[in-house]
């Protein structure tokens, strides 16, 4: 079956995930799982993927795993094939509505206030974000939105996942919170940022400024310490860069570090691992639990599947997980998009909006939008 097949095939419910490797389409579901343990939800995936060694688990966790279940399927058909090629994008209908949730200016103030907090507390790191609530006259066209995600190869994981609310989960990542093949573990955490631009001295310059930035260095020595210090129990060998590096989107600079490791103990599966790993202060902050908080004081909704994880995974136990972060929860005739940005003492909060604008662009480029 060729990748363009399963694209095209792609409707919403159903779950699709392209990296530079392979594209996975699961359709329909012969067995779900909906648990806010993660564990015993790793644990049960695994066992039913025992009595059924052919097929994958696929699906989300949410950002907040203790209020949020988790929710994975063993698909009634799993299709996987090679890399994928689009053959070009499509048209969107314009939109009828587009509201900011909250304000920009609202947004700019909870940053204000969580740079205050974290001073006040001892914080080291809180990530905040903002939605944007798109309305359409007719059915939102998903199945083009992720067609062009892919033609623009707007992220390195493309993906969309059916939700237990019917809605859908559609983006394109950067970001690896764990893959593992075999022995073989890496994560690929990113945090530090700034925006590209169609001008390439002016593109050189944001990278230049980003990899030399003060601050953006710090946002990003928390999250790749905490990964590290997550993954080393499991691993008996782990690299570790000692310098984060340049990586890009279209749309995006970023900083990131490129772990990888071996593990002591193959039982341990890719979800477990992933499971272990979330949420990292690329999406939630450090202390994980203060930050966990501080984001539901802050933020005016609730992230639902935003900034959680978005994979799948195989009898062995091998799977990629990636963030689900640049991505919109679809329903009928509106979606929600999500944009968030890491808080450290150091931070401005009209930098911070810009970046949250910046961010927006991997979806909004897929539907045809400038704003
Ligand atoms: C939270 C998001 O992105 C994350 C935050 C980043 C940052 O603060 O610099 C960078 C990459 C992502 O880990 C998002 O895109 O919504």
């Not at 060694?53 to 989300?60: D, H, I, M, N, Y």
């Not at 928390?222 to 997550?230: D, I, N, R, S």
């Amino acid at each position: 079956m060729d990748s363009a097949e399963l694209l095209e095939e792609y409707t919403p419910g159903d779950f699709f995930f392209a990296t530079h490797a392979r594209t996975v389409l699961g359709s329909g579901s012969r067995q779900a799982f909906t648990d806010t343990d993660v564990v015993s939800l790793s644990d049960e995936v695994f066992a039913a993927l025992a009595e059924a060694p052919e097929s994958l688990a696929v699906g989300v966790l949410p950002f907040d795993t203790t209020a949020t279940p988790g929710h994975l399927v063993l698909p009634r058909r799993v299709r996987v094939a090679g890399a994928t090629v689009s053959a070009g994008r499509k048209p969107v209908a314009a939109p009828v509505s587009v509201r900011a949730v909250p304000e920009p200016v609202r947004h700019a103030e909870a940053v204000a206030r969580a740079v205050k907090i974290l001073r006040e507390r001892g914080m080291r790191k809180v990530v905040l974000a903002r939605a944007l609530d798109v309305g359409f006259a007719s059915p939102v066209p998903a199945q083009a939105i992720l067609n062009n995600l892919v033609t623009d190869k707007a992220g390195g994981y493309t993906f969309a996942a059916g939700l237990p609310s019917g809605r859908s989960l559609i983006g394109a990542t950067p970001e690896l919170l764990l893959s593992r093949f075999g022995g073989h573990v890496v994560s690929y955490p990113h945090a530090g940022s700034a925006p590209r631009s169609a001008d390439p001295v002016s593109d050189r310059e944001n990278a230049a400024t980003l990899a030399a930035s003060r601050k953006d260095r710090t946002e990003h020595a928390v999250l790749a310490e905490a990964v590290v210090e997550t993954l080393r129990p499991f691993c008996r060998r782990l690299d570790v860069p000692a310098e984060p590096s340049l990586v890009s989107t279209p749309t995006m600079w970023h900083l990131g570090t490129k772990i990888s490791g071996e593990l002591v103990d193959r039982d341990v599966t890719a979800l477990r691992l992933a499971a272990a790993l979330h949420p990292t202060p690329a999406i939630c902050g450090s202390p994980t639990d203060s930050a966990r908080q501080l984001v539901g004081e802050l933020e005016p909704f609730d992230r639902g599947y935003y900034a959680g994880t978005v994979g799948w995974m195989d009898a062995r136990g091998d799977g990629e997980w990636a963030v689900s972060i640049r991505c919109a929860e679809v329903d009928t005739r509106s979606l929600r998009l999500y944009a968030g940005g890491g808080i450290v003492p150091a931070s401005d909060p009209k930098a911070e909006l810009d970046e949250t604008s910046a961010k927006f662009q991997t979806l909004l480029r897929a539907m045809g939008l400038e704003l």
